[in-house]
């Protein structure tokens, strides 16, 4: 769950408001595209749910964490409640597929015999059976993007927020990497994806919030079309 | 927290990014071989001007007035009163007659009388660069008819000391601080390749400790590679040039220390050392990255 209220975050290093009055609440099991034009402070909200940024004022909940006072050596524990899935994939390079989705268990310390069982096991759900000894750079953009997925999803997050997936893809794989994350939602997961691609969203009939020039201009609960 | 797995991923991050733990060992390894180096020559340097200084003895001559042996050493009590003086001993004019015989020709000595010589002490002293004022208080007791001392020799000896100490000080000070700027910042760069892995440990959750542990094997077992190369390297070339050295300067009042005299503490050093630098250097490097 994400709740948000008066949000305003301004970069004091270069006096810029990226965000200014936002509200917003995302309730679990949601699947919601946050859409926008660059520069428009999507990635900034992005950046607020995982706490990589703190607001400047006003009240941000992520997962029944406050946002703006939680600890530092807080945030991990935090963070295990989310999965992120990034433009880029950002795969260690000199890790093969299981191992990078591995890593991200080991992290929280789970058990090998649970690694085991549970890597194989999100492997088959992205479609990546069979490809789990292949390095990130033997694999297809969209497969790179699979294993994100994967490492995002095996720790059961509560919530998956992908800043921009589609990003590097093409239309085919795009699509392919949506319904991925539709089928992940319907398992109960909460997906949040900032993007700002109008045809893929628009194909899918979900909540859009819009965001431009730092303020929400738009939140269609119905779901469905956007334009900008 | 896994430490097994923790342990396991510091000794593959070596491995997976062998050419910048090379680069780092190699650094670690040079800058300690020079550090050591000029250690060791300052140390052995020392030892010799100690051992030139040793040398270099005064000799006080009894007055001739006090022909008699047992009133001459009396004078025993008074010599060793002065501030400077470490051992004060004692040679009769017959013993100084026989050392004189011992030296020379024998023949030379044939009809001369042994009260040509005079009793006198020979004195070492606690530091040379003060022989001078000890000169003059041995001259001022009763019954000292002269005192020789190469007071020229004395002073080139100090100057020389003192040079050596300061150069050797500044050196190593200098040494330590250039090859610990060196030996982080290579061990800085090392991990700066490695940003965007901790920016993803981070994401996923974990915490600063778990990203921190192998960084800190990784540089506790790079350090102890780098100390025990450096040591075994220092240990061949410290032999090679004293055994050149040595060889080709026989005759001269050169004595090299032997390695394995300082070997313990040179190795304890080196390892002291390179696991500081490899442990705190791997933590001071991430420190940055895990501010997100």
């Known amino acids: ?39 428009s402070g999507k990635t900034t909200l992005m950046k607020l749910i995982t706490g990589e940024v703190r607001p400047t004022s006003g009240k941000v909940v992520v997962n029944d964490f406050d946002m703006g006072t939680i600890k530092r050596r807080k945030l991990p524990k935090m963070r295990r409640t989310l999965g992120v899935v990034f433009q880029d994939y950002r795969l260690i390079e000199n890790m093969n597929v299981y191992d990078n989705v591995a890593f991200a268990m080991r992290v929280v310390g789970a058990p090998n015999s649970e690694i085991k069982t549970r890597v194989p096991y999100i492997l088959e759900l992205v479609g990546l059976e069979g490809r789990e000894k292949r390095m990130p750079g033997e694999l297809s953009g969209g497969e790179q993007q699979r294993v994100g997925i994967a490492r995002a999803l095996v720790n059961s997050p509560r919530m998956i927020v992908a800043d921009e997936p589609t990003g590097n893809l093409d239309p085919a794989r795009s699509l392919e990497l949506m319904l991925l994350l539709e089928k992940i939602n319907e398992m109960g997961t909460t997906v949040v994806v900032v993007t700002h691609e109008k045809e893929l969203v628009n194909a899918f009939s979900k909540r859009v919030i819009t965001i431009d020039c730092g303020e929400k201009t738009g939140d269609s609960v119905e779901g469905g079309y956007y334009d900008l | ?17 062998s050419f910048m733990s090379f680069a780092t060992v190699t650094i670690i390894v040079a800058c300690l071989i020079i550090m050591g180096s000029v250690s060791l020559l300052s140390l052995n340097i020392n030892k010799l001007i100690k051992e030139l200084e040793a040398q270099n003895e005064i000799v006080v001559f009894v007055d001739e007035a006090i022909g008699d042996e ?13 501030d400077n003086v470490a051992s004060a001993e004692f040679v009769s004019r017959t013993q100084a007659m026989e050392n004189f015989m011992g030296k020379y020709d024998a023949s030379l000595m044939e009809g001369i009388d042994e009260d040509v010589f005079r009793h006198r002490f020979i004195i070492h002293l ?17 019954g000292v008819a002269k005192v020789n001392a190469h007071l020229d020799y004395a002073q080139n000896f100090v100057m020389i000391r003192n040079v050596v100490s300061i150069v050797s000080l500044v050196l190593i000070v200098m040494l330590v601080f250039v090859s610990f700027f060196i030996m ?8 700066f390749g490695r940003r965007e892995e901790i920016a993803i440990m981070k994401m996923v959750g974990a915490t600063n400790a778990f990203i921190r542990l192998p960084f800190v094997v990784e540089g506790l077992i790079l350090g102890m590679m780098g100390g025990s190369i450096a040591f075994l390297a220092e240990w061949g070339i ?3 040039v004293s055994g050149r050295l040595v060889g080709s300067i026989t005759g001269t009042l050169l004595n090299v220390i032997p390695f394995r005299q300082y070997a313990l503490p040179v190795f304890i050093i080196y390892m002291g050392v390179g696991i500081l ?14 501010k997100v």
Do not use: C, W
Not at chain 1, 20 to 26: E, F, G, K, Y
Not at chain 2, 1 to 17: A, D, K, Q, V, W
């Open chain 2, 184 to 191: 982080s910042n290579t061990i800085k760069l090392a991990t």
């Open chain 1, 1 to 39: 769950m994400v709740y948000m209220q008066n949000v305003r975050k301004v970069y004091e290093s270069s006096n810029t408001v990226a965000l200014d009055n936002v509200s917003l609440t995302i309730e679990d099991g949601e699947f919601v595209f946050l859409v926008g034009p660059s520069g």
């Open chain 2, 126 to 142: 606690n530091d040379i660069a003060y022989m001078s004022q000890t000169k003059m208080e041995l001259e001022a007791i009763r």
């Open chain 2, 277 to 290: 630098v490899g442990a705190f250097g791997g933590v001071n490097a991430i420190r940055n990255y895990l």
């Open chain 2, 1 to 17: 927290m896994r430490l097994g797995y923790l342990t396991r991923e510091g000794f593959r991050s070596i491995t997976t990014h």
């Open chain 2, 70 to 82: 047992a009133a001459a050493r009396d004078l025993q009590r008074n010599i060793e009163a002065v």
């Open chain 2, 238 to 240: 410290y032999n090679l």
